[in-house]
């Protein structure tokens, strides 16, 4: 079809954001999450505790020989390894643990299996590999012995009324702490939008939480407060599907082709 690759180029640093809105009669963005949600807890910092994307892409980059800087590598053969979260990047994080013979896996999420974000084929191949769950707990600290992680502590759950987003809240139990003892801590908490500081520079606005404001419905779909600026995926809906991705950037093609009248 004619589309050029131009690869390992980043906007903002290999090429501005002004020179690509002179060159080209369009521009869209479609640049993803990559911001890790934190816990906010003690601990989170220590050495033994990784973020669910450092560990994923270090384990592709050495699996598939990539370039790579070795201290990267988190290898977790023969550890006890707690993964935090629900979602599918904590089933890649648990799954991953598995492959690498990790001595036990276990999976801390703060609400039930029935509320669980993650795909459910995934968390039934996660089980059938020996992966452990523990519903209904959620972290509070990250125990450190001499500098060290050694363990999560967490505490029960139990859900109450749906918050604003419809999910039912969890609610600590008060007294219910246990401490479960691990060499590794992996926080795969999700991802929320990171946005580029040159995006006030062109115009294009965020909402309360980041993601850059370009609606499906309005006279060319997907445009963004710049005109000749459209956006898509999980910069604009927040950390989602590939498949919503991959809509998104066609119905932004259709803004785009009505935009410029073609
Ligand atoms: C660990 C993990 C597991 C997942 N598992 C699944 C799954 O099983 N099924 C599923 O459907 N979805 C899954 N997802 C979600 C899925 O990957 C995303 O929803 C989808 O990739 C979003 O597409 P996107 O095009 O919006 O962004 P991305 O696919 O994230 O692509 C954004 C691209 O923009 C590049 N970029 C960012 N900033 C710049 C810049 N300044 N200049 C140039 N390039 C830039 C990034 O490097 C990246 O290549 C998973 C996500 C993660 C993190």
């Known amino acids: 079809m004619g589309i050029e690759f131009q690869l390992n180029t980043e906007i903002g640093r290999d090429v501005t954001i002004d020179e690509l809105l002179a060159d080209y009669d369009a521009v869209f963005f479609g640049m993803g999450t990559y911001k890790a949600m934190v816990g906010d807890f003690a601990g989170e910092d220590l050495p033994g505790v990784h973020k669910a994307l450092d560990y994923l892409i270090a384990n592709v980059n050495e699996k598939m020989d990539y370039p790579r800087d070795p201290e990267e590598f988190i290898d977790l053969k023969d550890k006890t390894v707690v993964v935090l979260g629900g979602g599918d990047t904590a089933m890649d994080c648990v799954r991953t643990a598995v492959r690498q013979q990790a001595d036990r896996v276990y999976c801390v999420y703060r609400r039930d299996e029935e509320n669980m974000p993650g795909s459910r084929r995934e968390v039934a191949n996660a089980k059938e590999e020996g992966v452990q769950f523990l519903f209904n707990r959620q ?13 999560v502590k967490v505490v029960e759950t139990q859900l109450s009324e749906p918050g604003p987003d419809g999910r039912r809240r969890p609610e600590p139990v008060p007294g219910s702490e246990v401490v479960i003892e691990a060499d590794a801590i992996i926080m795969a908490f ?73």
């Open 139 to 151: 972290p509070v600290e990250v125990m450190d012995y001499f500098g060290e992680a050694i363990g």
């Open 190 to 262: 999700g991802f929320q939008p990171d946005p580029a500081d040159w995006f006030s520079e062109v115009g294009v606005t965020c909402n309360d939480w980041d993601a850059v404001i370009a609606p499906e419905h309005q006279a060319f779909k997907f445009q963004t407060a710049n005109p000749k600026i459209f956006a898509g995926g999980d910069m604009v809906r927040g950390s989602d599907l590939v498949v919503t991705a991959i809509w998104e950037g066609r119905q932004a093609a259709e803004g785009i082709l009505d935009y410029l009248e073609v």
